[in-house]
C-alpha cells in the first residue's frame, strides 16, 4: 500500500485535503477495507453519503441492470425513465407536497448554485442571505457563500460578491455559555437579521435566505425551530425565498427523511445530495412549481445532470428506506448512541466534554480545549489506531459522529468503546 499511497501523493493534487494515506480496496456495509487489508469500522459514511452502508446489495443491483440498459441520457436532448422513475419517488418522501418540482445535478455545490440561480431569476432580485458558519461547498458562488472557514476561499478571489452573513444559533459563535437557551440565541439572532435587512441588503433587493437546518461544517448544531419559523416569517413577510440546504442532514440522517421536519417549516427551494444516491454523483434542487418554472428553457442542465445510472441508484435508496424501515434503526441508535455518551460524561475523562448534540445519527461532540491545543484531534487518531473512521468539523473542537444509518447494535457498542478509550487517552494528555 506504500507504493500506491506514495504514487497517489506524487500525481493528486496537493490541493485535496485528507486525512489518512489509506488506500481503500473495499467496503462493506459499516466498513471498508485498505489495500494491505486493514479492515476500518466506517463512522464518516464518506462524509455523509453512503447512508446505507457502503455497497448496499440494492443498489448494487439497481445500478448493475442500469448499466447494461442506459448509462447516460442527456437532460438537455430528452427525458429518461430513471430521471422520471426517481422524481415519483422523491415525491413521496419530500416534507410538503408542495415541493413538487426537480432540476437533478450532479454535487452539492452544484445544486447550491442551481437555487442561487433560481431564486435570483424568480424574484429578480441579486442578494443571497447565509449564515454564519454554513457551508455550501467549493464552486465559485457555493464558496463565496461557505462561512465555516476561510479555507474554502482563501487565496482564490475575487468571489461572488452580493453575498450577506446573518448568526446562527450556536453558542460558540455568539460568544455565549453552552447552557444558553436556544429560545435566547434564536430571538438574538432573528433580531440581527432583521437588522441585517435595515442596514446592509434591502429586503427589495434580496432573493434568499439559505440556512443549513443543520451546521455541518460550522459544528453539527441544529437550528432550533424558534429560530427556521422566525426566517420563514421573515421571509414572507418581504418576499425573500427560503432556501433549506439539506445536503448533509437530508435523507434520514437526523432521524426523519429531511432535518426540516423537526419544526415542521416549509421552505420555497430544498438542495440535497450526499445520501440521495448512496455514493453515485446526484442532487437536485425541490421546490415550489412557481419558483422553478420561472426558469426559462436553457437556464438549467448540464452534461451528467440526472444521470441514468445515478438515478437507479437514488430509486434503490428510497426503496431500502421504506422496505427495511431505515428510520426505525435511526431512533433506536440515536438513542444507543446518546446513552452511550451520557456514559462516557460521567467518567473522569468525560470532563473533556463541553457539549453533546445532535438529532438521529448526525451527532456532535464538543470538547473543552483547556490549552490552545484542540482535543479532537487526539480523538481521531486515537480511534484511527483503534480501527475506527472518525471525523472532526468547525473551527472550535468539535468530532461529527455519522455511522452509516444501517449500523447494529453490535457495531455501535463498538464504535462507543473505542470512543471511549480513545477520549480516556486524551484526557491523560491533557491531564484531566
Known amino acids: 500500500m506504500a507504493e500506491l499511497a506514495q504514487f497517489a501523493k506524487e500525481h493528486i493534487s496537493k490541493g485535496i485535503g485528507r486525512q489518512t494515506d489509506f488506500v481503500f480496496e473495499e467496503g462493506n456495509g459499516c466498513y471498508v477495507t485498505t489495500a494491505d487489508g486493514k479492515k476500518l469500522l466506517d463512522l464518516s459514511s464518506g462524509i455523509g453519503v453512503v447512508n446505507l452502508g457502503h455497497c448496499h446489495p440494492t443498489v448494487t443491483e439497481y445500478t448493475q441492470k442500469q448499466c447494461a440498459k442506459l448509462i447516460h441520457a442527456q437532460v438537455n436532448i430528452a427525458f429518461s425513465g430513471p430521471q422520471i422513475d426517481l422524481i415519483k419517488d422523491l415525491q413521496t418522501i419530500m416534507p410538503s407536497k408542495e415541493l413538487d418540482t426537480y432540476f437533478l445535478a450532479n454535487s452539492g455545490s452544484e445544486a447550491v448554485e442551481g437555487a442561487v440561480r433560481i431564486a435570483r431569476h424568480?424574484?429578480?432580485?441579486?442578494?443571497?442571505?447565509?449564515?454564519?458558519?454554513s457551508y455550501h461547498g467549493r464552486t465559485a458562488a457555493a464558496a463565496a457563500m461557505t462561512r465555516s472557514k476561510t479555507a474554502y476561499s482563501a487565496g482564490v478571489g475575487p468571489l461572488m460578491p452580493c453575498v450577506y452573513t446573518t448568526p446562527f444559533p450556536y453558542y460558540s459563535q455568539l460568544l455565549m455559555q453552552p447552557d444558553a437557551s436556544e429560545d435566547q440565541m434564536a430571538d438574538y439572532c432573528l433580531q440581527r437579521l432583521r437588522m441585517l435587512l435595515q442596514q446592509e441588503t434591502a429586503p427589495q433587493d434580496t432573493a434568499g435566505i439559505f440556512v443549513e437546518t443543520v451546521l455541518g461544517e460550522g459544528g453539527y448544531v441544529p437550528a432550533p425551530a424558534k429560530f427556521l419559523h422566525g426566517?420563514?416569517?421573515?421571509?414572507?413577510?418581504?418576499?425573500?425565498l427560503f432556501v433549506a440546504d439539506e445536503i448533509q442532514s437530508g435523507y434520514g440522517r437526523t432521524g426523519k427523511m429531511f432535518?426540516?421536519?423537526?419544526?415542521?417549516?416549509?421552505?420555497?427551494?430544498?438542495?440535497?445530495?450526499?445520501?440521495?444516491?448512496?455514493?453515485?454523483?446526484?442532487?437536485?434542487?425541490?421546490?415550489?412549481?412557481?419558483?422553478?418554472?420561472?426558469?426559462?428553457?436553457?437556464s438549467l442542465g448540464g452534461t451528467y445532470t440526472g444521470n441514468a445510472v445515478a438515478c437507479a441508484a437514488g430509486r434503490a435508496v428510497v426503496k431500502v428506506f421504506r422496505e427495511d424501515k431505515v428510520l426505525d434503526n435511526?431512533?433506536?441508535?440515536?438513542?444507543?448512541?446518546?446513552?452511550?455518551?451520557?456514559?462516557?460524561r460521567k467518567k473522569p475523562h468525560g470532563k473533556l466534554?463541553?457539549?453533546?448534540?445532535?438529532?438521529?445519527?448526525?451527532?456532535?461532540?464538543?470538547?473543552?480545549?483547556?490549552?490552545?491545543e484542540?482535543?479532537?484531534g487526539h480523538v481521531v487518531k486515537g480511534c484511527m489506531d483503534r480501527h475506527m473512521i472518525i471525523l472532526s468539523t468547525s473551527v472550535f473542537d468539535v468530532l461529527r459522529l455519522i455511522p452509516p444509518l444501517t449500523i447494529s447494535?453490535?457495531?455501535l457498542a463498538e464504535a462507543l468503546r473505542i470512543l471511549d478509550e480513545s477520549i480516556a487517552d486524551a484526557g491523560k494528555h491533557f491531564q484531566i
Open 122 to 133: 424568480s424574484t429578480k432580485r441579486q442578494n443571497i442571505i447565509v449564515v454564519q458558519g
Open 231 to 240: 426566517v420563514r416569517e421573515i421571509c414572507d413577510e418581504h418576499g425573500i
Open 259 to 298: 432535518a426540516v421536519e423537526h419544526s415542521g417549516v416549509v421552505p420555497d427551494l430544498m438542495t440535497i445530495a450526499k445520501g440521495i444516491a448512496n455514493g453515485f454523483p446526484l442532487s437536485a434542487v425541490v421546490g415550489k412549481k412557481k419558483y422553478m418554472d420561472a426558469m426559462p428553457p436553457a
Open 330 to 344: 435511526v431512533a433506536i441508535r440515536s438513542k444507543q448512541f446518546f446513552d452511550g455518551l451520557a456514559e462516557i
Open 353 to 372: 466534554i463541553e457539549d453533546v448534540r445532535g438529532a438521529g445519527l448526525m451527532i456532535g461532540i464538543q470538547f473543552k480545549s483547556p490549552t490552545k
Open 374 to 376: 484542540q482535543v479532537r
Open 409 to 411: 447494535e453490535k457495531e
